[in-house]
């Protein structure tokens, strides 16, 4: 079935850099847009990211723009999330979510993202 | 930027209508997709395109969306369906809403 597996997360201090990963399988996973979204504890959903099927295009939110970068590795299935100069603000879970007539469907379990000092 | 508002909780006994609504300028233009989440899972999609819904989501969930208000009604509310709903319109960007929290009383 369709799946998502994001890895990747953990504590990480301010300024600092990480990446986070999501593996996708069950479908043509060079036949789709791929989103990040992330949730601040106790928050509410905040999209972050979405890279077109190939590649290609990529849009950012204005909070992360210019510090994360989105990629996607077809070979291995893999959707990535590259974070610099992180802030306190981004602590957050970082879903991925595979987009289908303009939704996002389905979603991984989240990877928890700690700035922290 | 593009906002999308609503109301923080919606209260319903079981069995009876919940309505959530979702407001944004000219939002019956786009599409609207509504996501539901439970405590400690992953969003999980139960409206897209404004009224369609997934094959494995019960009839009680529909959608419309129209003018600037696009709602989320739960038909027959039943315990399961206690959670956080959140509204997704597409505006030059993704957007998401505010969040409803959904009590079953």
């Known amino acids: 079935q369709v799946q998502l597996v994001e890895s990747g997360g953990g504590v990480v201090q301010p300024g600092r850099s990480l990446r986070v990963s999501c593996a996708a399988s069950g479908f043509t996973f060079n036949s789709y847009p791929m989103h990040w979204v992330r949730q601040a504890p106790g928050k509410g959903l905040e999209w972050v990211s979405v890279?077109?099927?190939?590649?290609?295009?990529?849009l950012y939110a204005d909070s992360v723009k210019g510090r994360f970068t989105i990629s996607r590795d077809i070979s291995k299935n893999t959707l990535y999330l590259q974070m610099n100069s992180l802030r306190v603000e981004d602590t957050a879970v970082y879903y991925c979510?595979?987009?289908?007539?303009?939704?996002?469907?389905?979603w991984g379990q989240g990877t928890l993202v700690t700035v922290s000092s | 930027s593009y906002d999308l508002t609503q109301p923080p909780s919606v209260s319903v006994s079981a069995g009876q209508t919940a309505n959530i609504t979702c407001s944004g300028d000219?939002?019956?233009?786009?599409?609207v997709s509504w996501y539901q989440q439970k405590p400690g899972q992953s969003p999980f999609l139960v409206i897209y395109q404004d009224t369609k819904r997934p094959s494995e989501i019960p009839e009680r969930f529909s959608g419309s969306n129209s003018g600037n208000t696009a709602t989320l009604t739960i038909s027959g509310t039943q315990a399961m369906d206690e959670a956080d709903y959140y509204c997704q319109a597409w505006d030059s960007t993704y957007v998401f809403g505010t969040g409803t929290k959904v009590t079953v009383l």
């Open positions: 000219k939002l019956g233009d786009k599409f």
């Open positions: 890279i077109s099927y190939d590649g290609s295009d990529k």
């Open positions: 979510a595979r987009e289908n007539y303009v939704s996002l469907d389905p």
